[in-house]
């Protein structure tokens, strides 16, 4: 098993950036990798972004892109997310979620655990 801990999110302004991360602990060695999801009030969960095993690949939502990014230390089994140019619209419950192997992937069902999620919320 796999437990992954997000760090806490936060009500900030329009404008500004927010950092989260993502501790992994438990059966952790082999190879994963990791993504960030968000699930905005009354809608389905989506993705944000996702990082290769080696950090060489990433992949982001169309809707971050050029404000998000995803990075990872291995050393320390920790992901994160880079929040920057926060709009209203990313306010949502943001999940961190771990696949086994070195595949990214964009749907729900691709992840094999997840996080409890953490709140952000962008005030206009």
């Known amino acids: 098993q796999v437990q992954l801990v997000e760090s806490r999110g936060g009500l900030v302004p329009a404008g500004d950036s927010l950092s989260l991360s993502c501790a992994a602990s438990?059966?952790?060695?082999?190879?994963?990798?990791m993504a960030w999801f968000r699930r905005p009030p009354g809608k389905e969960r989506e993705f944000v972004a996702g990082i290769s095993w080696d950090g060489l690949i990433t992949n982001h939502a169309d809707s971050v892109k050029g404000r998000f990014t995803i990075s990872r230390d291995n050393a320390k089994n920790t992901a994160y997310l880079q929040m920057n140019s926060l709009k209203p619209d990313d306010t949502a419950v943001y999940y961190c979620a771990l696949k086994i192997g070195y595949g990214l992937g964009t749907k729900v069902g691709n992840y094999d655990y997840w996080g409890q999620g953490t709140q952000v919320t962008v005030s206009s």
């Open positions: 438990g059966r952790t060695g082999g190879t994963y990798a």
